[in-house]
């Protein structure tokens, strides 16, 4: 009901800080509540931090280029002690928060309505995308997300009151975002060309071009530098700028990708003959009409219907809508380029995104707020309940998952202990299954041939790979099954010499 008076007390007191601490405590729980589970992805970053964590450097930049999120979570497990699973958690929670602060205090930036932080802790809260889909996985991109979103704030700060402060600190928020993932020196890139274009009040093209490329420079300067230097010292010119050659390449092999036909097969000739001539036209329309539809599911009609109120009632500058719609094309750049070479279907391409449209859909349930205050006794009560059942349901949706489950890796390496198995004896084919055992250091999980050839004691297989392992799976007697949703997922298999 503390929607129902316009200048609740408790509303007054709350401040940034107060809707971070709630945010924490949304996040532990969100986190609790997958009982132990993680992607795929979160394997490959854990068993880097573990390499990190023992100062094995060269294997850890060897599991994965990009490592400042892997040597963030060995940091914190070497500094605390804690699981590398717990600390990977407490990396991602942290960058979240980043970004929210971020986020809040981007919204004050935009809106001077005294709603605006508490509309845009219950966006936040509220959103299936950023809270419900991908909080509790470990995943670089929450690194990303907070970068952005600093970026973001700085940005706009910047446009509103150019200084050089702002300038190199909207770059440096971006270069950082960039050390998670590198798909976001691509605002380090366009902004400066952005800014060329629609210079900020007070402010020439020149001097626009100047701070905003500033940093851009320095780091093209120390480029030249090291060419120089190592071309000095071993007449060799190539540096290694690890991911950032994508930058390079990858726009050819999406143009390549676009070009290749889709293993569309008809038995209709003349639809097999426009395939075939128009295969770009085809595939883009194709994958365009798939990326518009997910996000438009993916944002929700509470938030649509908040966006629209922004847009209606005109509750951001349009100076600062401009920076928003520039910010937002160029995600959209972003999101559809690793759609179109990947193919990986998956809402988290979208994020950056959507952490922008939220910054509508903010003021637009501020607005509300605000209006239903005002209305008269019966009116208001109505109203407001009606908007607080809303929030209420998407809240329930995003802090409790609706089919709760312990990962099937879990209860493996449960299994395997309570036998009193020691897991040095154990070889395991799944990323998850050598998190979970604490086995970091075990030989690559794809040269599953090799190592069964060694013949190790036990062997854990995901039922996937037993037609491959099977030839060499003579000298073992199998010991359990763990099956899920009546399909066998994982076999563990016991040397017979052992029996």
């Keep these: 009901m503390l929607l129902i008076r316009n200048k609740a007390p408790m509303l007054k007191k709350l401040s940034i800080p107060h809707y971070l601490f709630l945010l924490l405590l949304a996040s532990t729980w969100v986190v609790y509540n997958q009982h132990g589970s993680i992607n795929d992805d979160g394997g490959v970053y854990i068993r880097q931090a573990y390499f990190f964590a023992v100062g094995d450097y060269s294997r850890a930049v060897g599991i994965y280029s990009w490592p400042l999120f892997g040597f963030l979570i060995g940091g914190l497990h070497r500094l605390t002690n804690i699981p590398l699973l717990y600390a990977a958690h407490a990396v991602d929670v942290l960058c979240f928060l980043t970004a929210s602060f971020f986020f809040l205090k981007t919204l004050r930036l935009l809106s001077s309505d005294k709603n605006i932080t508490l509309a845009g802790f219950l966006v936040l809260i509220t959103s299936i995308p950023i809270v419900d889909d991908y909080l509790a996985m470990v995943l670089r991109d929450h690194g990303m997300w907070a970068g952005f979103m600093a970026g973001v704030y700085f940005f706009l700060r910047w446009r509103q009151a150019p200084t050089w402060s702002s300038a190199l600190l909207w770059q440096s928020s971006f270069l950082i975002g960039t050390l998670f993932r590198p798909e976001v020196f691509v605002f380090n890139l366009l902004l400066p060309l952005v800014n060329v274009a629609l210079p900020p009040k007070g402010k020439t093209r020149l001097a626009s071009l100047l701070q905003s ?16 230097v190592k071309l000095g010292l071993t007449g060799e010119v190539g540096i290694n700028l690890a991911r950032l ?5 990858k726009p050819m092999q999406i143009a390549q990708n676009l070009f290749m036909p889709l293993p569309v097969v008809t038995n209709d000739v003349y639809l097999r003959s426009v395939i075939r001539h128009y295969p770009m036209i085809f595939k883009f329309s194709f994958l365009t009409s798939i990326i518009i539809f997910k996000w438009l599911f993916a944002i929700g009609l509470l938030h649509f219907a908040a966006i629209y109120a922004a847009f209606k009632y005109r509750l951001i500058k349009a100076q600062d809508l401009t920076v928003l719609w520039m910010l937002f094309l160029m995600t959209l750049v972003v999101s559809t380029n690793n759609f179109y070479l990947s193919f990986v279907d998956t809402n988290r391409y979208w994020l950056m995104s959507y952490w922008l449209v939220y910054l509508l859909a903010a003021p ?3 607005h509300w707020i605000k209006k239903i205050g005002k209305l008269d006794l019966p009116g208001r009560y109505f109203y407001a309940s009606l908007l607080g059942l809303v929030l209420a349901a998407y809240s329930l ?25 020691d897991m040095g004896q154990v070889f395991f084919n799944d990323r998850r299954l050598i998190v979970y055992a604490e086995r970091y250091g075990i030989e690559d999980i794809e040269l599953l041939d090799d190592v069964l050839l060694r013949a190790p004691a036990y062997i854990v297989l995901r039922a996937s790979q037993l037609e491959q392992a099977e030839q060499n799976l003579a000298g073992y007697t199998q010991l359990m099954k763990f099956s899920s949703d009546g399909a066998v997922k994982f076999i563990v298999y016991k040397k017979a010499s052992l029996s």
Excluded: C, M, T
């Design 397 to 421: 949706v995003v802090l409790f998952d609706s089919k709760p489950h312990r990962p099937q890796e879990l209860e493996v390496i449960r299994w395997l202990k309570a036998q009193q198995i």
């Design 213 to 228: 490329a500033s940093l851009l420079l320095a780091i093209g300067l120390g480029l030249i530098i090291l060419v120089l």
């Design 245 to 249: 050659n994508e930058f390079y390449y």
């Design 364 to 366: 637009g349930l501020a």
